[in-house]
């Protein structure tokens, strides 16, 4: 059975409870062996701005800010969860003007899959440019519960995708989530949106690649944040932070 299916089978019902319950706890960590001096600012190409700086990372992550960091921070996501639209609008932003702007830290995005409309919101974000995917994300997150309320008033056409070929599946989830309008008033065409979620083989392989990645990490839950290969205890940015100053991003 393809991992793409498996996702589907979520119910209605199921997919709505993720998204008010808990995403996920992450394993302790010790962090002592992260502790380090402070690390000085370092200078970004001319006339560019690290925050601008996206590079698609070989684990098909997006990386925001300077590939060559000394501190590379990755955050596991799902874009049903609550906890990383909260991350998303109140960690992300001083995360970037303080921290990934000086060149120091790096912010890699991937992606935990988690059900159909995650997987769905997933490959929109992606279709476009990759300086794209993470304004495009965060504004999914901001407008989560609207995107839930649409799919609750759709519901009957929601589950009615299970049955649909792959390659018209995630273009009659997006519609009945009101995806295809939410992205194409946020510059990614109703056309361009259903051709990317009509490329069978392009959403099975973000599923499969995250299912692999949660397997070979150990995931349990989002958002999880990796620290120069360290999995951290914490998910969010007031504890998030304090990690990285010691680290040496003051």
């Not at 006339?47 to 996206?54: E, F, I, K, L, Y």
């Not at 992300?92 to 000086?102: G, I, R």
């Not at 159909?116 to 519960?145: F, H, K, Y």
């Not at 949660?214 to 120069?228: A, D, R, S």
Request: aromatic share 6%; glycine share 8%.
């Amino acid at each position: 059975m393809k991992l793409s299916r498996r996702i589907l089978s979520a119910t209605l019902a199921g997919s709505l409870a993720l998204s008010l319950a808990a995403c996920g706890e992450t394993e302790d960590a010790d962090t002592a062996a992260l502790d380090g001096e402070p690390i000085a600012a370092i200078e970004a190409p001319e006339g560019q701005s690290w925050t601008d700086v996206v590079t698609v990372t070989d684990a098909d992550g997006y990386l925001i800010g300077n590939p060559d960091a000394p501190l590379k921070l990755i955050e596991y996501a799902s874009h049903t969860c609550g906890g990383c639209a909260y991350f998303s609008e109140n960690g992300a932003p001083p995360l970037k003007e303080n921290y990934v702007s000086t060149g120091v830290v790096s912010l890699e995005l991937r992606n935990l899959v988690r059900d159909p409309i995650d997987l769905t919101i997933a490959s929109l974000v992606r279709c476009g440019q990759p300086e794209n995917m993470e304004p495009l994300s965060s504004q999914a997150w901001n407008a989560l519960n609207d995107i839930f309320a649409n799919v609750n008033q759709n519901g009957a056409a929601f589950e009615a995708a299970s049955s649909l070929p792959e390659d018209q599946r995630f273009v009659a989830i997006a519609e009945a989530a009101g995806l295809i309008d939410f992205f194409s008033a946020r510059g990614l065409s109703a056309d361009q949106a259903r051709t990317c979620l009509a490329d069978a083989d392009a959403v099975q392989a973000i599923a499969t690649r995250s299912q692999d990645q949660v397997n070979e990490l150990g995931l349990t839950g989002t958002p999880t944040f990796i620290l120069n290969g360290q999995k951290l205890n914490v998910n969010q940015w007031e504890a998030l932070e304090p990690i990285l100053q010691r680290a040496g991003a003051r």
